[in-house]
């Protein structure tokens, strides 16, 4: 029998990262907007869009932090084989997979403002996600939007450093939402 | 009545059509072999080789072929083949003391452990047209000494400069080399970067800023400490063995200039070195490299700007490449009907609006 | 597994040496990491290691790397160069998607989920499940007035554009009116001032949309967005608004007043014909029988 750690990656990596990422874009493109995606089999413990998400976008090139709950040695041994990126501290994580309460939001790099792309994407797994709770309004919202968020004050926060900051992908299940730094909360 | 013109992609497939027959040219004449273009075009093979940062002398043959000998186009073919490729890694840095050298000359010592050797070179030729060569010749012979000497390591003359202190040290490079192939390019660029553009730059783009520094602007007056041509063998650490296995050679071209250096705030008056390294048998790109260099060192060695071209890193790194440059330059053959039309509809209203001004002006005075 | 066996399972497109939309998958997850920063920081634009690709820098290669990172296997693809489908170049790139992703494409905008364009907007309004990807000779709105990325990447930083401001007001000055005709600079949620690339002014109020619209530059090595809906304002002054103008005609072939017009000499005495640059909704305008003034009796002599 295989190592877990060997399966649960895309079939058709090409196809399914495309498929994947389209559904990732539009959700950043679209904050509020609740897509669905397929193709990863993670370990117990992380979701299947988490698990899609690592897989579209993470490589040796992308530092990931893990929190306490993720950073297992199943874990690990499935990032690193699927993609290759090296595990850091949060302070120096390009990517990074927690539940809300145990990511050290305040850690992460949030650019600068000569290059404020230089900053962290936070993959945070949340118990739920529905269109409904904060309002949000700014790019890519047409009038508003509401998305259950964990932390309105943090995530407002993050929204005053713009055009520092944090972007955020929620994952549920197979289920993905995001909210860019440019997102307005109330 | 108008009927829209259409038929682009008939355009297009007909122009490869009749660019593929007039790269064969007339065929009666014996169509030219990608072996006869790589030894005996060896040089354009070389700056292909080097402009197009992959050495692979018969792909870069097979792309002079292909280009109907536009050794720009050629470096294009190259380079877009050279990124779907994958990467297995990175060699050990090269060690060109260790170089098996068919030439090696120096202008700053008469003479040096090594010794002068001229090689195969263009220099002292009478640059008169050979004739006998347009008749097909007989193979030319060069004299060889019946009992040479397996070659040794030549030592860099530069290093006696350095056991005698006068020479800057060049920090050791501990972090791996960036790579502008890989990563977008930021500034300002450290040298690695610098040299990285330099070497794959455009051989006449850098002749010229190399030659702007020897004409005053940014004058640095430069000897050839040494410039040297020849098989270097490249080297891989296999981390599964535990050691490095040589996976072959390549040709290079190495010149170090030495510069004098009256010394600055920061450092004590001393040599300073700039440096080439290039690809087969390119000296002029070589040594032009080394003057580019040396010029864009201006601030780590607390030197003026003196606003010359061939310091400001930015100017010569946003300008070296040929292939962005002539995409660029080319693309404007593009059409440009939208633009220009709004241009146009801007300067009749312009001129509408002026002649319509002068009027009322002219109204006003009567 | 090796990269020779990786190939051999490689989706079975007509160019099967190379991968789906011929970039590598590590190339396309670089590209899409800087494409979601770029739509998180609407008008900022993202550095990204821009590929050599098998067509010249300045042709669209940063349009096409785009397009490459987001286009699935289930996109219907349109390519227009000018507004039209049947450009030369527009023509190449189609083919270079036909030929390395083996999608669907087409001339009809609605039909279409991702657009590449050089030079213009289509006319028809377009939706939130369109992608629309520019081709971006030069990304730097600033670039014509400093020539140093350092010297404009201080000012991005600083949102400082007083020399943007003075540019155009000395163009009032002088001809009394801007004169900045194509890529009109605009200004993206009031922070980041942006280059449209150039698109007439004529489609600059359309830059706000439902669709999603990312820029690609290779040669600069940018990547810069607007997610659908953002506000995007072309920079004026109060006395002096903004105007999208376009040549004062309809269209010769199928009388369209709303349209971007084209202008070409159709006889020795410099006779002229206006027709939209947008092909496909000139000729969707012409299959309902609308026709202007020079259009041809029967529809099929526009074949």
């Known amino acids: 029998m295989q190592r877990p750690s060997l399966t649960g990656g895309f079939r058709d990596a090409p196809k399914d990262a495309a498929f994947a990422f389209r559904a990732v874009m539009n959700t950043m493109a679209k904050p509020g907007e609740i897509n669905s995606v397929t193709g990863a089999e993670p370990p117990a413990g992380l979701s299947i869009a988490a698990g899609v998400v690592l897989l579209t976008l993470c490589d040796p090139e992308t530092p990931v932090y893990l929190a306490p709950r993720f950073d297992l040695l199943e874990v690990r041994d499935w990032i690193t084989f699927h993609t290759g990126a090296p595990f850091v501290a949060a302070s120096a994580a390009h990517f990074a997979l927690g539940t809300w309460g145990e990511l050290p939001l305040g850690d992460f790099p949030v650019g600068s403002a000569a290059y404020p792309d230089r900053s962290a994407t936070l993959i945070v797994e949340v118990d739920d996600l529905r269109s409904e709770g904060a309002t949000l309004s700014g790019p890519g919202i047409k009038d508003s939007a509401a998305l259950s968020l964990p932390d309105r004050a943090a995530i407002q926060q993050n929204a005053a450093l713009f055009p520092r900051g944090l972007d955020f992908i929620f994952t549920c299940g197979d289920r993905l939402a995001a909210l860019p730094r440019s997102t307005k909360v109330s | 009545m108008y009927v829209a013109v259409k038929g682009g992609e008939r355009a297009i497939d007909n122009a490869h059509a009749w660019l593929a027959e007039e790269r064969r040219g007339d065929a009666r004449v014996r169509e030219l072999s990608v072996a006869q273009i790589r030894e005996q075009m060896t040089l354009a093979v070389n700056r292909v080789m080097a402009e197009g940062s992959l050495y692979d002398p018969d792909l870069a043959a097979l792309a002079i072929k292909q280009a109907r000998g536009d050794l720009i186009e050629a470096v294009f073919l190259i380079r877009a083949y050279r990124t779907t490729l994958p990467r297995f890694g990175a060699s050990r840095p090269m060690d060109t003391a260790a170089m098996a050298c068919d030439r090696r000359v120096s202008a700053t010592f008469k003479d040096a452990p090594g010794g002068q050797v001229l090689g195969p070179t263009f220099d002292y030729t009478h640059r008169l047209l050979d004739f006998k060569l347009a008749a097909d010749g007989e193979v030319p012979f060069a004299p060889e000494l019946a009992d040479a000497e397996p070659s040794k390591d030549t030592p860099h003359i530069m290093e006696f400069l350095d056991r005698e202190g006068l020479m800057q040290r060049d920090t050791d490079g501990r972090t791996p080399p960036r790579d502008l192939t890989r990563e977008p390019l930021e500034l300002p660029a450290t040298r690695d970067l610098r040299l990285q553009a330099l070497t794959r730059g455009d051989e006449g783009f850098v002749l010229g800023m190399a030659y702007s520094t020897q004409r005053g602007y940014a004058r640095n007056h430069a000897f050839v400490a040494e410039l040297r041509i020849g098989k270097v063998a490249v080297e891989m650490d296999i981390p599964e063995l535990g050691f490095a296995v040589e996976i072959g050679e390549v040709e290079l071209t190495e010149c170090e200039t030495v510069n004098q250096f009256a010394g600055s705030k920061t450092e004590p008056p001393q040599f300073t070195r700039g440096y080439g390294l290039v690809f087969g048998m390119s000296e002029r790109k070589a040594i032009s490299m080394a003057l580019v260099d040396r010029a864009l060192r201006w601030e780590e060695l607390g030197e003026d700007n003196l606003g010359a071209p061939a310091q400001d890193a930015e100017f010569v790194l946003y300008h070296a490449d040929n292939i962005q440059a002539t995409g660029f330059l080319e693309h404007i053959k593009l059409p440009h009907y939208v633009d220009f039309q709004s241009e146009l509809e801007l300067i009749r209203k312009l001129r509408r609006e002026a002649t319509a001004d002068r009027g009322a002006h002219r109204a006003a005075a009567e | ?303």
């Open chain 3, 1 to 303: 597994m090796t990269q020779i066996e990786q190939d051999k399972n490689a989706p079975d497109t007509v160019m099967s040496d190379y991968n789906f939309a011929y970039l590598d998958e590590q190339t396309k997850r670089m590209i899409r990491r800087a494409i979601l920063k770029s739509l998180a920081i609407p008008g900022y634009q993202v550095p990204f290691a821009s590929r050599e690709m098998p067509m010249p820098y300045g042709w669209g290669t940063g349009g096409v790397q785009v397009s490459a990172a987001v286009l699935t296997p289930d996109d219907t693809l349109k390519v227009i160069d000018q507004g039209a489908d049947d450009t030369t170049n527009a023509v190449s790139i189609r083919r270079f998607f036909e030929k390395t992703a083996g999608v669907a494409v087409t001339e009809a905008t609605a039909e279409a989920s991702i657009i590449q364009t050089r030079h213009r907007i289509p006319e028809a309004e377009l939706r939130e499940d369109q992608v629309l990807v520019y081709q971006v000779p030069i990304p730097e709105p600033l670039r014509f007035l400093e020539p140093s990325e350092v010297e404009t990447r201080k000012m991005h930083e600083l949102e400082e554009y007083g020399l943007m401001h003075v540019k155009l007001y000395e163009d009032i000055a002088q001809h009394g009116a801007i004169a900045t005709a194509y890529a009109y600079p605009v200004k993206v949620e009031g922070r980041y001032v942006m280059d449209p690339s150039p698109i007439p002014k004529f489609d600059n109020p359309k830059l706000e949309m439902a669709a999603i619209q990312l820029f690609g530059a290779g040669r600069e090595q940018r990547i810069y967005a607007l997610p659908p809906h953002t506000q995007v304002v072309s920079l004026d002054f109060e006395d002096y608004p903004f105007e999208a103008s376009k040549a004062d005609h309809p269209c010769g072939l199928c009388g369209a007043e709303d349209s971007y017009l084209d202008e070409l000499i159709v006889d020795d005495e410099g006779g002229r014909l206006f027709m939209c640059s947008d092909t496909d909704y000139c000729a969707a305008r012409q299959a309902v029988g609308h026709r202007g003034s020079d259009a041809s009796p029967t529809l099929e002599g526009v074949a």
